[in-house]
């Protein structure tokens, strides 16, 4: 039996960027569009060591539209989100075995205000 990888996309890692909401905070959801056909998204406390979940350019519109309309919890065919009161678990789908990424509720709320006003939209 064969097996069909996905190739994995490299992503310039100057271009990693979190909502301006989150200020000087340190820690947020971080965006990356290096890759023209794929969205990058990780967890800017954890760096270079974080997972990164790679949603196409229509998974990405439905998980900000998710996002925005408060309803983070659907399944997107990428994440999965348990909110809690200490913010998300977030599950990425391909790679199971791997811990959520934890985000904080401010780092919840810096993502969707960032994502409701445009700066994660993808062109």
């Not at 997972?51 to 990428?78: E, I």
């Not at 985000?103 to 993808?122: D, I, K, L, M, S």
């Amino acid at each position: 039996m064969s097996t069909t990888f996905r190739p994995v996309p490299e992503f310039d890692p100057a271009t990693w960027r979190t909502a301006s909401f989150s200020g000087a905070n340190g820690g947020c959801i971080a965006v990356n569009f290096s890759v023209g056909h794929v969205i990058g998204m990780r967890d800017s406390k954890l760096g270079e060591d974080s997972p990164v979940a790679r949603f196409t350019r229509s998974q990405w519109a439905a998980w900000l539209t998710d996002v925005t309309t408060g309803k983070p919890t659907s399944d997107n065919g990428v994440v999965r989100v348990t909110s809690h009161a200490a913010g998300w678990d977030v599950l990425i789908v391909d790679t199971p075995d791997a811990s959520p990424l934890r985000f904080t509720p401010f780092e919840v709320e810096c993502f969707r205000r960032g994502a409701a006003a445009g700066e994660f939209t993808a062109a």
